[in-house]
């Protein structure tokens, strides 16, 4: 196959770069429960005084819950306290829990308090309720000096310092290479089974891909007006860099950089309507008389329009028509200066 060094227009069809971070905090929650009996006995022990669950640990931390049968202090007078106890020395260790007194086994609730959010440290290590349970309710529950038994319920959640991290794709999905493999098909050569003459020029492609791309092969290689030797295929009215660039297009779907299409007979669309947009960009003093006449040719409307309304602003006209462009335009598609006379009066009357 025939190879010419042309530049190339990529058509990148990879991601923009994306990153991304999470911020998540940890909590760890437990369950203790601090068995009371023979609370009659407790009773009386003094004001400040308490009796401690043993140390249970959550989030890595030591607790233990306090009860005092006569109050923590002074002001509860007549109310049991009950707090939660941080025994790790803590620094800024922010919580949630619940601090409850059940009877009969733990089946009947005495109290109803709920959740307390605090953040225990070295100065504040000990959260909870002055009056937690009446007294007097505590007595009367028990009928001698060996009953008085209940529990209290701590549900204690530790939350974690929020912490941030890079979120990490690991099934991070390849772009789109079909183009890639395409080219590289053609470019090798392998499997190819028609070979086009341009010009004495040679060049090596599979039939099958250019039936799908192309209606016109489609007819050649498989239709009714097909070619008798569809192996080998001559062509001598067409530049072979043109057509080298036309097989690009079918391979790729890209267009070589310093190529300007004068062909669309092979019926791809998508590559008419790119060429006339390159060409509507080019469009200048020299050629866009030159470009009217493909425009006209192949039946491109709004490339038509484009040259017209060039050449009748900013009064551009009269150093067109000194072109050879032009006098090449007037020799071809005379009829066309009508369209431009009547863009003309159009621009005076307006």
Excluded at 166 to 186: A, E, K, T
Excluded at 247 to 261: G, R
């Amino acid at each position: 196959m025939a190879k010419n060094s042309t530049a190339v227009v990529n058509h990148d069809h990879r991601s923009l770069s994306e990153t991304s971070s999470r911020c998540f905090t940890e909590s760890l929650t437990a369950t203790h429960n601090f068995e009371v009996a023979c609370y009659p006995l407790l009773a009386g022990m003094g004001v400040g005084k308490y009796i401690s669950s043993c140390i249970f640990s959550v989030g890595g931390y030591d607790w233990t819950i306090r009860f005092y049968p006569d109050g923590n202090n002074a002001e509860c007078a007549g109310n049991a306290s009950a707090f939660l106890y941080c025994s790790s020395q803590p620094e800024g260790v922010r919580t949630k829990f619940t601090l409850n007194m059940l009877e009969k086994e733990g089946k009947v609730l005495v109290t109803s308090f709920g959740s307390l959010e605090h953040t225990f440290s070295s100065s504040i290590d000990d959260f909870g309720f002055s009056k937690f349970v009446e007294k007097s309710r505590l007595l009367k529950s028990s009928s001698d000096a060996t009953s008085g038994y209940f529990t209290i319920r701590c549900v204690l959640t530790v939350i974690k310092e929020p912490r941030t991290e890079i979120r990490r794709n690991l099934f991070v999905v390849p772009r789109p290479n079909l183009q890639d493999h395409l080219q590289q098909m053609w470019k090798d050569g392998h499997g190819a089974d028609v070979t086009f003459s341009v010009s004495g020029q040679l060049f090596s492609a599979h039939r099958y891909l250019l039936a799908a791309r192309s209606p016109v092969f489609k007819a050649e290689l498989f239709g009714p007006t097909k070619e008798k030797a569809t192996d080998s295929i001559t062509i001598d009215d067409i530049e072979p860099s043109i057509f080298e660039a036309l097989l690009h297009f079918i391979y790729t779907d890209s267009i070589l950089d310093d190529w300007d299409s004068k062909e669309d007979r092979y019926g791809l669309e998508r590559l008419r309507v790119m060429c006339e947009g390159r060409l509507r960009h080019s469009i200048d003093l020299e050629t866009v008389a030159t470009t009217l006449v493909l425009a006209e040719q192949h039946h491109c409307r709004d490339l038509k329009e484009a040259c017209i309304g060039f050449m009748t602003s900013q009064n551009r006209l009269g150093d067109i028509m000194a072109t050879d462009g032009f006098k090449h335009l007037m020799a071809s598609s005379p009829l066309i200066m009508k369209d431009i006379l009547d863009k003309v009066s159009c621009v005076l009357s307006g």
